[in-house]
């Protein structure tokens, strides 16, 4: 697995050719400069200890001179070649990944928490971002120094090259030891942080509902327990990962001593081997062993990196809505009869929540959607919207499938206000427009006026143009509500669902809003999901839901006059 998400980054890195060639070039420029240093630190030795090399010491330090100025410049413009490199790749995968998202079923995504997919998006890609940078600074200069210095000591001395080289695997294998199982460690952690970043999220969301409920104790209790998982994991992780670089330097500090004490020999017992020569064997040893420590330090952090990979790309993998429709569906078009045809379906496999679901509701009609929680009254909608696909059976519109035509202009026909209000951090105006965001001042307004909401945003400081930097919370509940639905009457869609719409209102306001619907849903078909009878009691069908299934339809003095559920529902709110 970690391999293939390794092979997989360097891919994806390649599509920046230009950087990834100037960074290598570099890179390979650095390691030359590097080895040859202890060439000219040797010779220098030998010209002041050897008398046949008299008079070369000063053309030797001109030489290193520039050498160290070299590559000291070339050591300060590789890291901005790998920095953007690196976080221009970054900035692409979060936008893939974003992008992705929204092209997700929801069914995937209501697996997973906002916290968790927040933390894919921030702390996992950052991440990532860290741990490619080290294998730019560190793993691929090291890897390059690591083979360029074989070479130069193959060069001056082949049996002190396999001394060293004999020796070196004690290390690698130490290193491979302890990285695998910080892997497995770094699995743990970034599952344990995506968990606590979920629980965080809930609670700033929750907060007032948190204090209502006097919940803070119990709150708190699962946060110490998440904090105590993620720092127990977290400490497991580093102190493994840790691990790796004290002892490799143990064993490189031992692989040097050794080199001393047999080159000493040799030069004490007449070896043509002079001490120029160890010195520079000796500068070689170092920069050969000091990208292990490096290199080992790396894959801790690579360990990190792909671990966050693996979550990244388990977002940018999973299959995305499969687009069945290529009509273009057109407003003008549209009447708005919608069938129900023996439509099942469920949330998960075996369990359906729908079963064999007919009804067939005439264009421009007032449907109101009624029944306990639980009964598939959202449900029913969600099938309706496409945000979920049926099972079995068929859902038309106007007597085509709706599965014919494109999601994008199906669900544009739509117009929706949630329980739940949603805003962005914008102004009040940008809030409006959000479903036409090219619409002009006096039609943003118009549409404000429509759903009473103009009056309290006059009161605002810069009225319209009012910044909500909060995303709202500032405003109370109903004004939130009256924002949102004063986009649908800018918005003007053919079907209007309105899932209890006026909950967070006034009763006073309530009354405005309901005359301004009415006004709304002459010639559209409309569907309401309502737990307050009183509200529905005009409209055209009322459907009745038990258990995912329609028991009753009809109007309200249908439903009264035959006595079943609707009539018990009545009676029980009276």
């Not at 020796?167 to 690698?172: A, D, E, H, I, K």
């Not at 919370?473 to 899932?499: E, H, N, W």
């Amino acid at each position: 697995m970690r391999q293939i998400h390794l092979k997989r980054l360097m891919s994806d890195l390649t599509a920046q050719p230009f950087l990834l060639i100037l960074a290598s070039l570099g890179t390979i420029l650095q390691v030359l400069l590097t080895i040859y240093l202890p060439i000219l630190i040797g010779r220098a030795v030998d010209s002041v200890l050897l008398p046949q090399a008299e008079n070369q010491l000063l053309p030797i330090l001109w030489r290193m001179l520039f050498v160290i100025l070299m590559n000291t410049i070339i050591q300060w413009f590789n890291p901005l070649v790998y920095n953007h490199l690196v976080y221009s790749y970054c900035q692409e995968l979060r936008e893939k990944v974003m992008v992705k998202i929204h092209l997700l079923p929801l069914s995937f995504l209501d697996k997973l928490g906002n916290g968790d997919l927040v933390s894919r998006v921030t702390t996992d890609l950052e991440q990532l971002g860290n741990g490619l940078l080290m294998i730019f600074n560190q793993f691929f200069v090291g890897f390059l120094t690591i083979l360029l210095t074989i070479v130069s000591m193959a060069r001056l001395d082949w049996f002190m090259m396999f001394l060293v080289l004999l020796l070196t695997p004690l290390s690698l294998f130490v290193a491979r030891f302890i990285a695998k199982k910080s892997y497995l460690l770094f699995r743990k952690q970034t599952k344990a942080r995506g968990y606590q970043s979920q629980l965080i999220e809930e609670s700033l969301r929750q907060e007032l509902l948190i204090q209502s409920f006097n919940a803070q104790e119990q709150f708190m209790a699962d946060f110490k327990q998440s904090n105590e998982a993620y720092a127990d994991v977290s400490q497991d992780a580093i102190f493994y990962s840790s691990t790796v670089n004290p002892s490799t330097r143990f064993i490189n500090a031992l692989i040097y001593a050794l080199i001393v004490g047999v080159g000493a020999i040799r030069i004490m017992h007449g070896s043509r081997f002079t001490v120029g020569e160890l010195t520079t064997f000796l500068n070689y040893v170092n920069q050969y062993t000091k990208p292990f420590n490096d290199i080992s330090s790396v894959l801790s952090e690579l360990q990190s990196a792909l671990a966050c990979a693996e979550r990244i790309y388990s977002v940018l993998d999973q299959e995305e809505i499969a687009e069945s429709g290529h009509e273009i569906l057109r407003s003008e078009d549209v009447k708005g009869q919608i069938s129900f045809e023996h439509v099942a379906f469920g949330y998960e496999p075996g369990k359906e929540l729908i079963q064999d679901l007919n009804i067939k509701i005439p264009a421009a009609s007032k449907v109101a959607i009624v029944g306990p929680t639980g009964a598939g009254k959202s449900t029913l909608i969600n099938l309706l919207m496409r945000f979920y696909n049926v099972d079995n059976g068929l859902i038309s519109l106007d007597d085509v499938p709706i599965t014919h035509y494109t999601r994008a202009s199906y669900r544009q026909q739509f117009g929706m206000v949630l329980q739940e209000t949603w805003l962005k951090t914008a102004t009040i105006h940008d809030n409006i427009a959000f479903g036409r965001p090219d619409a002009s001042r006096e039609e943003v307004i118009a549409a404000a006026k429509a759903a009473n909401a103009h009056f309290f945003i006059q009161q605002l400081p810069q009225g319209y143009d009012t910044y909500l930097a909060d995303a709202g919370d500032s405003l109370s509940q109903g004004q939130r509500q009256l924002l949102t639905i004063a986009r649908v009457f800018l918005a003007v869609p053919k079907i209007l669902i309105l899932d209890e719409a006026t909950s967070s209102i006034d009763t006073r306001t309530e009354v405005l809003i309901q005359e301004a619907f009415s006004k709304l849903m002459v010639g559209r078909t409309s569907f309401i999901i309502a737990h307050r009878l009183s509200t529905i009691q005009n409209a055209d069908i009322i459907l009745v839901m038990v258990d995912g299934d329609i028991v009753e339809h009809g109007n309200h003095q249908e439903l009264m006059a035959a006595r079943g559920v609707y009539y018990q529902m009545q009676m029980a709110q009276e």
